[in-house]
């Protein structure tokens, strides 16, 4: 027998994890980097997007990847081939990167290289399009993918990945003339849910859509460099 | 989302060092409009907390619906993903979220295993 407290807390449920996503955004704003959360469905894309996207901005910015995996190192391998350093989180049976696991990669990544001569660090998340999205790691732009192949109705049916994105990426849409699938639907959808984000159409393969995205992509990075940071690690 | 919970547990406990309280129930806040499955929490939780300083702790979970306003007539309404979560009155897309964002520990209720009175100031760092 015990006698009855109660304790009104009105605490967030993920507060442990947003006090270590808070000290790794400490972190990117005392080095003056961008931190990029690139999240999508397994096999929207991803790591094709990076390839692409590090090849063409590696003379331009000073950048690292943090590889998110569930198992393997198949995507660091593709990453570290473009010749920017990678370290890769394997997650284990953890669907998503939380901000603990993003903190351990920095330290690993500290032990490298110093961080605050990046100017661009991407975090690669687990292929999931339901968890990551409540996860904070510390970044400062949310970006999603969602390839042409699976279908218009996913930001209907995980909305709270395309609520949360600051970018969305349309990708493969080089496959479009093979599909039967409409492209603007697709971005009907998901500025239904999100009415305010940036929303780009790529194909890592031909590269048609990139040059939009990576203009996107010089401002956010203009927009974090040229605002003082509050708060220092 | 159950680890994350339960470390946020450990940091209340924290607060009441060196004595470990025994928690009777945990209230919870969980909007629709998150990526939590309660009836799945509920489950993770009962197992999760099993030999633990928690273990006989009973999860409540209280489920806040989406409720959105629309920006241009104002009217509050109850998104939907078959209405493409549009308002329903001009159709215009799902601008604010009211409610439905919720993942909120609201309340701990506990006690402790000993004969001395329990502490008048039972939780110094949060509004009680």
Known sequence: MHMPLEDSLGLNLLAANQHRADHNRAHFDAWNVLCLNVMSSPGAGKTSLLERSLAALSSRWAMAVLEGDMTTLLDAERLEAVGIPVVPITTGRACHLDAAMVGGGLKLLQQRLDPAELDLLWVENVGNLVCPAEFAIGEHRKVALLSVTEGDDKPLKYPVMFREADCVLITKVDLLPHLPVDVERIETHIRQVNPHTAVFRLSATSGVGFDAWHDWLAAQLTSVQTTPALIHA | ?128
């Open chain 2, 1 to 128: 989302m159950t680890r994350c919970l339960l470390l946020s547990m450990h940091e209340w406990k924290q607060q009441h060092a060196p004595r470990v309280p025994k928690v009777d129930r945990v209230h919870l806040e969980v909007g629709s409009f998150t990526c939590v499955e309660p009836d799945q929490l509920v489950v993770t939780w009962s197992d999760a907390v099993k030999g633990t300083w928690l273990d006989g702790s009973e999860l409540v979970i209280e489920s806040v619906p989406l409720v959105g306003r629309c920006i241009r007539c104002q009217a509050t309404y109850s998104p939907d993903a078959a209405d493409g979560f549009r308002s329903p009155c001009c159709q215009h897309p799902m601008e604010e979220i009211v409610s439905g964002r919720e993942l909120r520990i609201r309340s701990v209720a506990y006690g402790f295993e000993t004969a001395s009175p329990p502490p008048t100031a039972s939780c110094p760092t949060v509004a009680c």
